[in-house]
């Protein structure tokens, strides 16, 4: 079983529609959680950053937590064009940071 | 700041040669991380530094990868002899390393090197 887990897409969303993107994660004992966007042919930019259950909002952007669950996603509002990109969940333990495989997410005008 | 310092951005090289990319992390940050993306693999870490000291090389490949970081501003990754397989993007990262679990230890990835080995 991979440490962390997403649905590779593609994902995709109407131009002001709500996308939702999701990840799940193995170790229990995890304790931080990131949202990093990578556009095609760039590197991984971080977005979002969870650290507790719950919700966190940063503008068009919620990170959800579920820890119970061993759960987070991503929320991203109003989707706009500029929106589309690959977004990869990354999950730490300690020393250890794992980063999924990425969902790709297109937002048609 | 200037953001993490990868050179070259595109390297293309012919099966054999020797590669060497190189990476200035961000100022102030002690962790410095290798990683390798593909299509197929996603994004893997290779090897990652602490305070200049290799901490985890069990990403690196093969005996062909070696790393180093002779300071705390400067690193590289060789590649010797390279093979077509090796063609990827190569980034580097860097983070300021906390003693909390919890804390700002997210990576701060720079432009990548897109290698071709023909």
């Known amino acids: 079983q991979k440490e962390v887990e997403q649905n590779s897409g593609p994902l995709s969303v109407p131009e002001g529609a709500i996308a939702s993107l999701n990840c799940t994660y193995s170790?229990?004992?995890?304790?931080?959680f990131f949202w990093y966007r990578q556009y095609s042919g760039k590197s991984p930019e971080l977005i979002m950053s969870?650290?507790?259950?719950g919700d966190k909002e940063d503008g068009r952007f919620t990170a959800q937590l579920n820890k119970a669950s061993q759960y987070v996603s991503l929320l991203i509002r109003d989707s706009q064009p500029s929106d589309s990109a690959t977004y990869l969940c990354?999950?730490?333990?300690?020393?250890?940071?794992?980063f999924g495989t990425g969902t790709s997410l297109t937002v048609i005008p | 700041d200037a953001g993490v310092i990868q050179s070259p951005r595109h390297e293309v090289t012919e099966m054999g040669q020797e590669v060497t990319l190189r990476c200035k992390p961000i100022?102030?940050?002690?962790?410095l991380f290798w990683y390798r993306q593909t299509m197929m693999r996603g994004l893997e870490l290779l090897i990652y530094?602490?305070?200049?000291?290799?901490?985890?090389d069990s990403g690196m490949p093969e005996d062909r990868f070696s790393a180093k970081m002779p300071n705390a501003s400067f690193s590289t990754l060789k590649i010797q002899p390279s093979e077509p397989r090796d063609s990827a993007v190569y980034f580097c990262?860097?983070?300021?390393?906390?003693?909390?679990?919890?804390?700002?230890?997210?990576?701060?990835f720079g432009p990548g090197t897109r290698l071709t080995v023909l």
């Open positions: 990262a860097s983070s300021r390393r906390t003693l909390l679990a919890r804390g700002p230890n997210w990576r701060f």
């Open positions: 170790d229990r004992g995890s304790q931080s």
């Open positions: 969870i650290y507790s259950n």
């Open positions: 990354a999950v730490a333990t300690g020393n250890q940071f794992y």
């Open positions: 100022s102030g940050h002690n962790s």
């Open positions: 530094f602490n305070n200049n000291v290799p901490i985890d």
